[in-house]
């Protein structure tokens, strides 16, 4: 079973910048398509970012051209640059890896997700 460590979070003022990672474990990294994740207080997780095994990358539309995507097979890494932040970013942001990229897309069918890393931009 895949072991997710989500960090970097903190807090960060409007137009401020974090960059998170997520170091995965028992799974073969390079074979599995990876997405980062957020969940609002109040609101439903929603999928914010994706990469395929192959680096091609998506964004959710709130999040184009602020954070990118980006991946190390290396060190087993999925990261989360993330500028401009507004205060709609607040939240705790997750990732998750799947060998289907449909499951990454949608962000439903995971056996576990890791604890999480907490984004709260605020003045």
């Known amino acids: 079973q895949v072991q997710l460590v989500e960090s970097g979070g903190g807090l960060v003022q409007p137009g401020g910048s974090l960059r998170l990672s997520c170091a995965v474990s028992g799974s073969i990294f390079s074979l599995n398509h990876m997405g980062w994740y957020r969940q609002a207080p109040g609101k439903q997780r929603e999928v914010v970012a994706a990469i395929t095994t192959d680096g091609s990358t998506n964004y959710a539309d709130s999040v184009k051209g602020r954070f990118t995507i980006s991946r190390d097979n290396a060190k087993n890494t999925v990261y989360l640059q993330m500028n401009s932040l507004k205060l709609e970013d607040t939240a705790v942001y997750y990732c998750?890896?799947?060998?289907?990229?449909?499951?990454?897309?949608?962000?439903?069918?995971?056996?576990?997700w890791g604890q999480g890393t907490p984004v709260t931009v605020s003045s």
């Open positions: 998750n890896a799947d060998r289907s990229l449909l499951n990454i897309v949608a962000g439903t069918h995971f056996a576990s």
